[in-house]
């Protein structure tokens, strides 16, 4: 059961590169989102998607783009990377409102 | 406005002692609310949800509406349980019925 799988696992930036964080699940699931986990800060949602071919941002989406080509997958697009986006990135799927969210092992990305 | 606040960061238990993580919500609407839970450098996974009132490795949470609240507990504390435990909320379809997160409880079960 592979579930949801996220590339890179680390990754080091300077400032002003650009790099893709690859999201991919193996569920179907029509939902599915970015967050970004900073310490003492919780999770923050930067987009999410409803379906292939629709995107919406969250809460923090500046500095972030992202696509939603095909069901599977949901990349996230940093142009400019910026010492502020130095965190840890989790994709997460979902079926429906009241279901499961399911997770994958993160993304940790520092900004120098 | 739909918030989920976790009002302690550290949480320090002894094994064997109960333990209570609090977290209230606010929302408009009918909640669905769930617990997560990180052990160290993992990712997320699902310990309880409400809807199914299930009990996960000893864990429980009762929905409050009147008091708006979500706590989890166990009666008796493992070491194994030390991770960060997370509350959240599903939002509503403007969002893609995102969860919303506290900020997090951080729980050390010392023996």
């Known amino acids: 059961n592979a579930g949801v799988t996220q590339t890179p696992k680390f990754r080091i930036l300077k400032i002003g590169q650009s790099m893709t964080l690859q999201c991919t699940q193996d569920?179907?699931?029509?939902?599915m989102y970015w967050y970004r986990q900073d310490p003492g800060m919780g999770l923050k949602l930067i987009y999410y998607?409803?379906?292939?071919?629709?995107?919406d941002k969250g809460e923090v989406p500046n500095g972030y783009n992202v696509s939603r080509s095909t069901t599977e997958d949901f990349p996230l697009r940093l142009e400019l990377a910026a010492p502020s986006q130095t965190s840890v990135y989790f994709c997460?799927?979902?079926?429906?409102?009241?279901?499961?969210?399911?997770f994958g092992q993160g993304t940790r990305l520092t900004v120098v | 406005a739909q918030r989920v606040t976790q009002p302690e960061k550290l949480l320090s238990v002894f094994k064997g002692a109960p333990v209570e993580l609090k977290c209230n919500y606010s929302?408009?609407?009918?909640?669905?609310l769930f617990w997560y839970v990180q052990y160290s450098r993992q990712r997320l996974q699902l310990l309880l949800r409400?809807?199914s009132r299930e009990s996960i490795k000893g864990f429980t949470a009762d929905l409050n509406k009147g008091e708006t609240s979500f706590h989890l507990k166990k009666p008796f504390a493992q070491e194994e349980d030390s991770a960060m435990y997370y509350c959240?909320?599903?939002?509503?379809?403007?969002?893609?019925?995102?969860?919303?997160f506290g900020k997090g409880t951080s729980l050390l079960v010392t023996p």
């Open positions: 929302y408009s609407g009918s909640p669905e």
């Open positions: 998607s409803v379906g292939a071919g629709i995107t």
């Open positions: 959240a909320l599903s939002g509503h379809s403007n969002s893609g019925y995102a969860l919303n």
């Open positions: 409400h809807i």
């Open positions: 569920m179907n699931h029509n939902y």
């Open positions: 997460a799927s979902r079926a429906t409102r009241n279901t499961e969210a399911f």
